[in-house]
């Protein structure tokens, strides 16, 4: 047998639990039952029960008789009585266990119970399997036409017979729904006979499953099948917020789960006077203000100093300052009762490995890149043209790209700097007009001449006058 609720690796087969869906509580189906009488022997003379529970999709569970007494176990493929045709399904349940089943259940055992025709064939299980194929495309279809026609219904589910003869739809309504034009299109659509079942939001919610807000599977689909009526009166005595997002399940309606503890927080409530109980100090009236049953204490404020912080007192005490009122005997103040909130400290547990994460290796490093700003120049370097403290700025950057050129033109040289403590020299002046062959200016690039005339060496003024 396979598990059809999980997974599987494609064969029929589940992957998780490992036992090859042959496990003997029949797998990790829903709403299963384990059978502790299994193993037990009956008492002589005695036949075995020969009613047995049949699982069908989604828990859907039946009794069926075993007329013909086969020899049955949990999880084989039988084939049962329908109407019309025949069904199948899975044994979930056999022997003295099923005569309790039907107690709890409300079934009587009588005539009106249907039987169970053999075991299920391999043409049985093929058309079985074809038919549950069908399942998901025709419920798409179906909400298809449910929508065209306007019906304030939504179908969660669809299961189709064993023998493919009839397909059962499950819907969920608010109101009323007239659904007949609606089964006569299911009807020419699909060609096999239509049952419309309504169910409701938490029998939704079991049949489809899913996981709570607890981390486990619904309680619905896995075990819980009585639903009983939860209110918010059992969120006010357990002392819980009433939140609707937190108190609601998936279903949208109150969590099942608020009645399992009920019955305790009932019980430990006896022991705590009222919630309207007023104390009597000498400075003025104290209102409850919460209770802490786990820890057995009582908060109360002081009317007469609103917005101070709740006075914490033990149960015992509360009651001894009741009888105090009742006797007309007011203590001096709360502050003498009242229970100050020690703070735990947290161990720090000491790394004796070395200190060391080990996932440093998988977070990535940041590459920066590293700036030179800061540093100081190593004796002997040239400073940076735009460092700080260079001596100069883009200009003087710019001027000794220059230099290493070549001379540039006459009056843009820069002059020479001063280096550590030494005065700067003076840049030397130009060759006066003298005779020739003395104090020759060194060689200069070619210049284009000027539309204003040939200039002299003493750069202004004057053309110089010739010899001759």
């Known amino acids: 047998m396979g598990c059809e609720s999980c997974s599987n690796n494609g064969t029929g087969l589940p992957k998780g639990c490992k036992n090859n869906g042959a496990c003997g509580v029949s797998g990790c189906n829903k709403l299963d039952v384990f059978d502790w009488l299994s193993g037990m022997e009956l008492p002589v003379g ?40 025949h069904d199948v399904g899975i044994v979930s349940l056999t022997g003295e266990l099923v005569r309790t089943q039907l107690q709890l259940k409300g079934v009587k055992d009588n005539h009106e119970i249907k039987k169970v025709y053999r075991k299920a064939k391999t043409e049985d299980v093929e058309r079985w399997q074809e038919a549950r194929k069908l399942e998901e495309p025709t419920m798409q279809e179906a909400r298809k036409l449910a929508s065209e026609l306007g019906l304030q219904m939504k179908i969660s589910d669809v299961e189709y ?33 239509i049952e419309m079942r309504q169910i409701g939001m938490r029998q939704e919610a079991a049949r489809l499953g899913g ?50 503890e009920l019955d305790q927080y009932l019980e430990a409530v006896k022991q705590f006077p009222s919630g309207n109980t007023k104390l009597k100090t000498q400075g003025g009236l104290a209102f409850h203000f919460k209770t802490d049953i786990f820890k057995g204490i009582m908060y109360f404020i002081q009317q007469d100093t609103p917005g101070s912080s709740p006075i914490g007192i033990p149960v015992e005490q509360v009651k001894e300052i009741i009888a105090m009122n009742e006797a007309g005997e007011k203590p001096v103040s709360l502050m003498d009762y009242m229970i100050e909130d020690r703070v735990e400290e947290e161990e720090v547990y000491a790394n004796v490995v070395g200190q060391d994460s080990l996932t440093r290796f998988d977070q990535k490093k940041s590459r920066r890149k590293k700036s030179n700003r800061g540093r100081t120049a190593k004796p002997g370097a040239k400073p940076e043209a735009n460092a700080p403290g260079a001596g100069g700025d883009r200009n003087a950057s710019n001027n000794q790209r220059r230099r290493k050129k070549g001379p540039g033109k006459p009056g843009n040289r820069p002059e020479a700097k001063a280096q550590g403590n030494q005065p700067a020299k003076a840049a030397p002046k130009a060759p006066s007009n003298g005779p020739q062959g003395e104090g020759k200016a060194p060689a200069r690039k070619k210049r284009r001449p000027s539309r204003r005339g040939p200039k002299g060496p003493n750069q202004g003024g004057e053309a110089p006058k010739s010899d001759a």
């Open 46 to 85: 005695q036949k075995p029960y020969d009613i047995v529970e049949v699982r069908f999709k989604n828990g859907r569970k039946f009794f069926f008789r075993n007329v013909d007494q086969l020899e049955l176990q949990i999880g084989d493929v039988i084939a049962v009585e329908s109407s019309p045709g």
């Open 211 to 260: 996981i709570g807000s607890c981390g486990r599977e619904l309680c619905c689909s896995t075990w819980l099948t009585d639903f009983r009526s939860v209110s918010t009166s059992a969120a006010r005595y357990q002392q819980l917020s009433l939140n609707p997002q937190k108190l609601a399940g998936q279903c949208g309606k109150l969590k099942c789960c608020l009645n399992f």
């Open 161 to 193: 017979q064993g023998d493919g003869a009839k397909a059962t739809f499950f819907y969920t309504a608010e109101d009323r729904v007239d659904f007949r034009e609606l089964i006569r299109k299911y009807a020419d659509a699909f060609g096999v006979r």
